[in-house]
């Protein structure tokens, strides 16, 4: 299971930290990723580490303002989020890949949290 929470309102250009207490099997290899979704569109990829070596993958609009990070003693994954935006708002959910190569594409993630709400307003 996996539990996102952090979420909240907050104006442009403040920032948030999302957190996503991982819980099950700590195998090596696989990672994390947090994928966001705003009213009417589709899922999209936000950033992911992998759990063993802590490589990461960011969307590129998010690079420079977004951090993720994990707590392997806390078995806790973390976005930190700088500078928001009106854009950023939606959902934000955290969710676990089995495999060792990070990807992108939220099909590939096995486990799902229940989401977070992030309102950016302007």
């Known amino acids: 299971q996996l539990q996102a929470c952090g979420g909240g309102l907050v104006q442009a250009g403040d920032s948030l930290t999302l957190v996503c207490a991982v819980s099950?099997?700590?195998?090596?290899?696989?990672?994390m990723g947090w994928f966001r979704q705003a009213p009417g569109k589709e899922r999209e990829f936000v950033a992911a580490?992998?759990?063993?070596?802590?490589?990461?993958l960011y969307r590129d609009s998010m690079k420079g303002r977004f951090l993720i990070s994990r707590d392997r003693a806390k078995n806790t994954v973390y976005l930190q989020m700088n500078n928001l935006k009106p854009e950023d708002t939606g959902v934000y959910y955290c969710a676990r890949s089995r495999l060792e190569v990070i990807t992108t594409i939220p099909e590939r993630y096995n486990f799902w949290g229940q989401g977070t709400l992030v309102t950016v307003s302007s």
């Open positions: 099950g099997g700590m195998f090596s290899s696989f990672h």
């Open positions: 580490i992998h759990w063993r070596n802590g490589n990461t």
